[in-house]
């Protein structure tokens, strides 16, 4: 039992922030730009979570066992970061599959990161501006590529440098089908608050650390085993109390103190 779940959540952290593909091209993409950060944290009164997806990729998008929709996870961890850097921002957080935009089959079995951002560029999202800021969150059939590599197991990345977010469908719905619906629905939103976490900064991924926690043999990742901007964790017993903490702790926030000291903290 212990094994299985250790097996489905492995994957749960497994992020493909490493984009050498992208890296490759330009020194600017190795952390998130200072331009975007000013955006999601300094300047803009608006933050808008932009929802597409591919016809068989589609969000899940019911009420978990609290009677809330699984989407508010996600805007609870935005809310803290907004609350904690003292500001006046509307959010707003899709939870309905009609507050989300279908956009055509794109019958691909592997993206890179190119190939992303390149179908992000013409699926009509709102443009950015220092008043508003963007997260650009697209759902697809396929799995992630980096150095000619499919990662089969990799949830989501942050196109690392942008504000795009890319979930693979296949991939949490095979958690669904290795464990229960539950399981990969939590991990759904628990990926795109890690991949947020990226674009927001962290690990020191644009964001200066105020202690050091980061992981740096994992590139942009938390050392805190109970961090959801921690890779993975290291056995099935720290999987466990991962979940019991955060279920038991009566808070939404999957952020440990280290990464919201960061946001916090931020100039
Ligand atoms: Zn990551
Ligand atoms: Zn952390």
């Known amino acids: 039992m212990r094994i299985l779940l250790f097996v489905s959540l492995f994957i749960l952290f497994s992020c493909g922030s490493d984009n050498s593909d992208l890296e490759q091209h330009s020194q600017l993409y190795r952390v998130q730009s200072t331009a975007n950060l000013d955006m999601l944290l300094k300047t ?10 591919e016809p068989g990729a589609e969000p899940y998008t019911d009420k978990n066992f609290r009677n809330r929709h699984y989407w508010t996870f996600l805007e609870s961890n935005l809310q803290a970061i907004i609350d904690l850097r003292g500001r006046e921002v509307t959010l707003t957080v899709p939870k309905e599959l009609a507050d989300m935009r279908m956009i055509a089959i794109q019958d ?26 963007v997260f650009k969150v697209i759902f697809l059939k396929g799995h992630f590529k980096s150095d000619g590599v499919v990662k089969d197991k990799v949830l989501g990345i942050n ?47 644009g964001v200066k650390q105020v ?37 038991s702790s009566g808070s939404e926030i999957m952020f440990g103190e280290n990464c919201l000291d960061d946001i916090k903290a931020h100039k």
Do not use: P
């Not at 229960?180 to 608050?193: G, M, P, W, Y």
């Open 44 to 53: 803009s009164s608006e933050l808008v979570v932009e929802v597409v997806y």
């Open 211 to 247: 202690a050091n926690h980061q992981d740096t043999a994992h590139g942009a990742h938390c050392m805190n085993t109970d961090c959801v901007m921690n890779w993975q964790n290291e056995g099935a017993t720290e999987m466990i109390s991962f979940i019991e903490n955060y279920f």
């Open 108 to 133: 691909k079995t592997s993206w890179t990161a190119q190939e992303i951002e390149s179908l992000v560029s013409s699926s009509n999202f709102t443009t950015a501006t220092s008043a508003k800021g």
């Open 159 to 205: 196109v690392t440098g942008t504000t795009t977010i890319a979930i693979f469908k296949d991939v949490v719905e095979e958690m669904g089908r290795e464990r229960d619906d539950n399981i990969a629905k939590f991990a759904e939103q628990s990926t795109l608050v890690h991949e947020i976490g990226h674009a927001i900064g962290l690990v020191n991924n």
